[in-house]
């Protein structure tokens, strides 16, 4: 693989994470993918080996190495186990409205936990009626005294039962629409709150995903992140910083399938050769390679550019364009290149006993989740034309 300008510690770091996901995570990709259960163990091995606070501030208690430092992270995790890289970038996402909106004091009781990967944290903004319009979010929030109570249903949450605490977006002002939206944190054990639906789905397996429902939920006054009416901007503000982390995952997949197909092609014999022999197999490697590394370069600039924040400037304020495209374009290519890899093995590919399948069901949702990649394309469109 190609160097991006990566800084000591970084590289460093990557080959900790490479070594940690080739002998714990790997070999049990695919029984977490048959069993669907959430993979504590993992989670375990991430908290000792300190990768669920890598974004989080050191005065919170976090690594305080940024953004970059954690899509390396995750594309490492990624190259072997889709679900176990989701392991921490759900983590950043959940904790990341904290990490923008909350005070200096929300900031001390939520994040030092959440550093250390003791509380696992949660994005709750998607609703049945609420998927891309986000907007469009109907889970009331009311303010009664010192607490807020809130009544609604979210979908699709990830982490959705083995989180400790939910961010959870609602309305404060109906009337207002967008600007009616707040953002809270949810503790798991807030009375009146429970988990509903778990769902069945076709890749990334062992993550959780399910429904959370609110019934006069009441939770402290003090959970609310920034002001009433503030909860669409930090939602917005969230998933710049974050889609890189799912483009991430995509560049770690495509990676994870490309390296399975070159050794397989090199290995795999007919007419009398090996496979890799024949320039219709090397010219699929060849593209796949390409767009990998393309897709790679992207999301580093995207996430190095979340890293410069308080630089400020004209790169800065592209954020969203640059970050909807990391997304939109590393998805694109680990659906592209996870498919190839499935045809490079031919029926092997199609097969459970190998793991490209569960590779190409598993690239599916990077297409799809922190918004559909149509979504990303409006996000690009609208820096275009403003
Ligand atoms: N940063 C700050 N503010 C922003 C912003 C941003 N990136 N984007 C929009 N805003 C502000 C706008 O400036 C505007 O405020 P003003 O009127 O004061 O200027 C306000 O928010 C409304 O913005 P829009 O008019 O652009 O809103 P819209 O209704 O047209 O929606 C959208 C914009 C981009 C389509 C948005 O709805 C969106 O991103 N949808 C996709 C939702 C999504 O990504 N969901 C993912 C769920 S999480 C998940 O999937 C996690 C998981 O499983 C792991």
Known sequence: MYQYDLTEEQLAIRQIVRRIAREKVAPRAAEIDETGEYPWDILEVFRKNDLMGIGIPEEYGGAGLGMLTLCIVIEEIAKVC???SLIVAAQELG???????GSEEQK????????????????????????????????????????????????FITNGGVADLYTVFATTDPEAGIKGLSAFVVPKDAPGFTIGKKEDKMGIRGSQTTELIFDKCRIPAENLLGEEGQGFKIAMMTLDRTRPGIAAQAVGIAQGALDYAVNYAQERKQFGRSIAAFQGIQFMLADMAAKV????????????????????GEEFAALSALSAMSKLFAS????????DAVQVLGGYGYMRDYPLERMMRDAKITQIYEGTNQIQKIVIARDLLK
């Open 95 to 101: 904790l990341m409205p904290i990490l923008l909106a």
């Open 108 to 155: 001390q009781r939520f994040l030092p936990k959440a550093a250390t990967g003791e509380h696992i944290t949660a994005f709750a903004l998607t609703e049945p009626g609420a998927g891309s319009d986000a907007g469009a979010v109907k889970t009331r929030a009311v303010r009664d005294g010192d607490d807020y109570v809130l009544d609604g249903q979210k979908c």
């Open 332 to 339: 694109d290519v680990a659906m592209e290149v996870t498919t």
């Open 293 to 312: 590394e393309a897709a790679r370069q992207l999301v580093y600039k995207a996430a190095a550019t979340i890293d410069k924040v308080d630089e400020g």
């Open 82 to 84: 889709a679900t176990s």
